[in-house]
Each structure stands twice: as C-alpha cells, then as structure tokens.
C-alpha cells in the first residue's frame, strides 16, 4: 500500500492516535497519521541525519566543544538525535522522556535505535517529567533537547512558562538548551515561547530558522555566554562541517542574519 507518495510498511494505533512508517527513495519515515515527518533514516547510512531541522538541532556545536556528560531528550521519535549522539561522543550519558511506548518500539524496530547502556529511555510525559525533577536533577544536565511534537503540534505540556523554569534548573552553569519550534515568526505559539524563553534565561536567546522548512531551532544559553571572536566561530563551523557533514557555516551565517540585534551581545565577538 502507497502511502504520503511511498510504500507503507508498518501501521499501528496507541491510544494517542496512528503511527505510519514509510519507505520512499531509499529514505524511511515516520509519521503520526498525517504527512509531516516526525523521523526519517536514510537506510543505506543510517547514522547519517536526514531532516534539516535535526541537522539544525546540532547548532550547539558551535558553541561548546564536545558532550561529554549527560543531555536529556524530551521526545525521541525515530531516534535520530539520540542516535548521533551515542555515536559520536562515547562519554555521553543520554536519558529520553517519550510518552508513546509504541514510539520507542517502532524506533527500535525500524529505526536502529541501539540498545544501549548508555541511553535510558524513560515513558512519561515530558513536560511533568521536567517540572518534577527541577529540583532533585538542579544542575545535572550540560544540555537539553526538546524536540515534543503531536500529529497537532507541540506538545500541550511544554507550552508553559514553568516548563522552562524547570529546564533552566536542570541544566548546569554552561548548559545549552535545544528547542525545535514551529511556525515561523509570525506564529502566536512561535511569539509566545520565545518570549518565554527570553524571560526565563535572561534573554541569552538565539534563533535558527531552516531554510525552506517552517522550523525554527532556538538555542537558550544558561548563566553564561560564550565568548568566541568571529574568526573563531568561522573556523569551529568549517571545522565541524568536516567532521559531521553538516552545514555548520550556513548555521552560523544564519545565526547572524536572523539574530541581529542580539547576536553580536551575546556571543562578545
């Protein structure tokens, strides 16, 4: 069966509705019942990441050298993400919060998504599973990823000033955290998380936008600012295209272009 213009291969229903994987070109995708791509896995290298705003989601590498503690994922879908990171940085320590179980067995079984002792998947509610560990967890995590979205939307439970007080409390001094939204700039939820965010780590904010793609990747830095001339950032992009195969000078030329009035302030160039 033909399915968002390729073969259906899996269909299954949760109690949150229908998941769908499709194979097209060589490329296999996951979907929630509609056409948006919530993971996909170039099947003849499948470490290698597939969606542009995945790939954008890696911007936090401009920034800090290297993970090599632990990072918290809210949402796992496919397993992308947490599959780059175990395979390039074996010191890292990941744990992930999804909500749907299915989820975490079609990433399993379709996705590659390892067993590994160095992932622990948790089934839970991202946004509840943040605001109760704000204070056992203070300071615990370098970096934090949310990347929560339903066939809707983002997630109802990270839509909320608390949810981001609790990561700003999770994350150590020089911690990052990665959020895909969505939208655009003229969104109502876009406008309002990121003055969420603005308040809540001090207006330490930076927004990538895909190109071509209605996502935008926001970087929030901790108590801290990282200090790089811009010289040094050129060099770190070329540097890590090379070692990833990503477009790391498109991110920060965009970076620059989108951050004007804040880019140069928070970076100290």
């Known amino acids: 069966m033909y399915k968002y213009d390729g073969l259906l291969i899996h269909e299954s229903h949760d109690d949150e509705g229908i998941l769908e994987v499709i194979d097209n070109k060589g490329v296999r995708s996951l979907h929630f019942g509609s056409q948006p791509k919530q993971s996909s896995l170039l099947i003849a290298d499948p470490n290698k990441l597939v969606l542009d705003y995945v790939r954008?989601?890696?911007?936090w590498l401009l920034f800090k050298p290297s993970l090599e503690d632990d990072a918290l994922?809210?949402?796992?879908?496919?397993?992308?993400?947490a599959k780059h990171l175990l395979y390039h940085f074996p010191d890292s320590r990941l744990k992930a919060v999804e909500l749907r179980k299915s989820v975490v067995k079609i990433a399993?079984?379709?996705?590659?998504?390892?067993?590994?002792?160095?992932?622990?998947i948790i089934i839970d509610d991202g946004g509840d599973y943040v605001?109760?560990?704000?204070?056992?967890y203070r300071e615990y995590y370098s970096l934090l990823f949310v990347d929560a979205f339903d066939h809707e939307g983002l997630a109802a439970s990270i839509c909320?000033?608390?949810?981001?007080?609790?990561?700003?409390?999770?994350?150590k001094a020089n911690g990052v955290l990665v959020i895909n939204l969505w939208g655009g700039?003229?969104?109502?939820?876009?406008?309002?998380?990121?003055?969420?965010?603005?308040?809540?780590f001090n207006w330490q904010t930076l927004f990538l936008p895909v190109r071509d793609k209605g996502n935008i990747i926001a970087l929030?830095?901790?108590?801290?600012?990282?200090?790089?001339?811009?010289?040094?950032?050129?060099?770190?992009?070329?540097?890590?295209e090379h070692l990833y195969g990503i477009e790391f000078p498109s991110f920060l030329r965009d970076l620059k272009k989108h951050n004007a009035s804040t880019f140069n302030q928070l970076i100290k160039t």
């Open 160 to 171: 909320n000033e608390a949810f981001f007080d609790a990561c700003k409390a999770l994350l």
């Open 56 to 59: 954008a989601m890696t911007s």
């Open 131 to 136: 605001r109760q560990r704000a204070e056992p």
């Open 220 to 240: 929030a830095f901790n108590d801290y600012t990282p200090i790089y001339s811009i010289k040094e950032l050129r060099s770190n992009a070329l540097e890590l």
């Open 108 to 120: 399993r079984s379709h996705f590659g998504l390892p067993i590994d002792h160095r992932l622990k």
């Open 185 to 200: 700039t003229h969104n109502p939820e876009f406008q309002q998380v990121s003055l969420w965010l603005g308040r809540v």
């Open 73 to 81: 994922l809210i949402g796992l879908g496919g397993g992308s993400l």
